[in-house]
């Protein structure tokens, strides 16, 4: 209509009722075939466009006569019209509440059509006598008139005076031949009286009957047929998904166009199936899907999980897992093959025979929507004995007793003197003002502190409880990169790990705190302290270092307790009982002093009292300060 009257100029006609006419929509660049049912003035003209079934007033402008080749094909719509039922009050037209009801229930929705065709009547009847049964959103099956009779807007009649009583058309019925005499046919049908379809779209509709044998076969057993593969040992393909275990997705190219040219189709005649009724899927089961775009798909239900089920998009190959409401019991054009195609990568086994994640997301990344090539190769008998040999021979070298990580037994402790003996001794690192550790030394050396004691700004001190511990580590530092990595996470593996200074102490992991990056939270044995680390800074730790005791001893300290009234507005977030202030004063208390402990107690909890210059308590000062109260 478009090639025929696109450039055409309007030439003055003298137009009659029932004249056949071509005809421009207003402020659309389309055209209808029509035909004038009324002059309403001498410039406006009543037309019915017989293709789409719509009446609509336009000017003369908007007419050309209609070529002699375009009316010789039927008309593309079917005037139809509901048998037992009649306007309600008395009249034989229906009211515009009616006519307003039905078309918001039927335009655009899928119905079953009943052709009301008797063996005693005449098939030429216009408009043809129909039931039109369609679903509501409740998922039910509905029948039209009874509807338009429970809302009180038709009234029951009989059929017979329904057929006597047809006018309108019946000597000008189109040629619509009616395959089945003397049976009743039923036919899935769209309603949709859209006057801007094109005109495809019409034709499309005119041919209803074949349409929906194909794609809507009301059925709740069967299967898709399984994909077709090309006849082609090489094929250029689409890849559309990589599956969790290894299997690629792929649509041929030369399938491509089919395959949307079926989900257009899909998509346009399957919109209103409403809520359907309660049904009990099965593994396996055919079906149609709404997905997660809103878009309808051929599918498979995969699994069912409470109230979701998980289900594969036959011709994409990906899964998603939706609930059971999107589902439909039908299965969409059955005759038509999957145009997905499952892959595996020839002669490819993975890692440990399962697909690990990463191997997956490396796939995707390297395939998914890529043209690809496919080479179709025969498929391989392996040797199970030959795989078990490869597997030795690929992963041997994991399995070196220097690449495994050896279970070591903790650190051995040291002993604090007996009670009431006063002992010299170095604070390591400040827990809290009441919590530190602590380790021994002699008076001779409480002078020569490390500079790497945390009472002076620092955390971790090089000073050795013994000369062959400190030539043991000096030795290590040299080597370290000799050393195999940590390969065994668990907590309290004894291992060697990096400290800031670019040194490498003995340490013990505590917890796994990330794990992209790895990082661990390690506790230098010696210290005390504790640092959050790469796994690049650990390594195993050589077995001869594990003979010394851990030199940092955790004791708390006697003699005072947080305060009553604590003024003090930051607390210490891991101990919220002491103030920030109070612990930057203990650690003023302690740093550069000499100390001396003593026990206290030793269960269940170590407990000393720390002294300076063997006489004054360092917690007196807190006290003093008001950050501490006596703790008798």
Known sequence: MIAAYENSKWEPVKWENDMHCAVRIPDKNQWRRGQIIRMVTDTLVEVLLYDVGVQLVVNINCLRELQENLKTMGRLSLECSLVDIRPTGGSDKWTATACDCLSLYLTGAVATMILQADSGENNKTWPLPVKIFCRDEKGERVDVSKYLIKKGLALRERRINKLDNSHLLSEKS???????????????????????????????????SEFKEKILEPRTTGCYKPPAIPNMQVFEAVVSCIGDDGTIFVVPKLSEFELVKMMNEIQCNLKCLGLLEPYFWKKGEACAVRGSDTMWYRGKVMEVVGGMIRVQYLDHGFTEK???????PILLYPDIPQFCIPCQLYNTIPVGNVWQPDAIELLQELLSKRQVEIHIMKPTDYNKKYEEEEWEIRFEELLLSETETPVLPPYLSSALPPSEELYAVQVKHVVSPSEVYICLDSVENCNQYSQHSDTDDSEVSWESESKSLDEALRRCNKNVKMFPPVTDFRTEMPCLAEYDDGLWYRAKIVSIKEFNPLTVLVQFVDYGSTEKLTANRLCQIPLHLMQYPARAIKVLLAGFKPPLRDLGKIRIPYCPKWSMEALWA??????????????????????????????????????EMGLADVDE
Do not use: R, W
Not at 322 to 328: A, D, F, K
Not at 595 to 622: I, R
């Open 322 to 328: 939706i609930p059971q409401c999107h589902l439909y």
């Open 586 to 623: 203990m650690i003023d208390c302690l740093q550069g002093k000499q100390l001396y402990a003593s026990s206290v107690a030793q269960a269940p909890e170590q407990t000393v009292t720390l002294y300076e210059d063997e006489q004054y308590p360092v917690h007196l000062s807190l006290v």
């Open 174 to 208: 189109p040629e619509v031949p009616l395959e089945q005499e003397g049976s009743v046919v039923t036919k899935c049908v769209k309603i949709d009286f859209d006057p801007d379809k094109k005109a495809a779209d019409i034709i499309n509709e005119h041919k209803v």
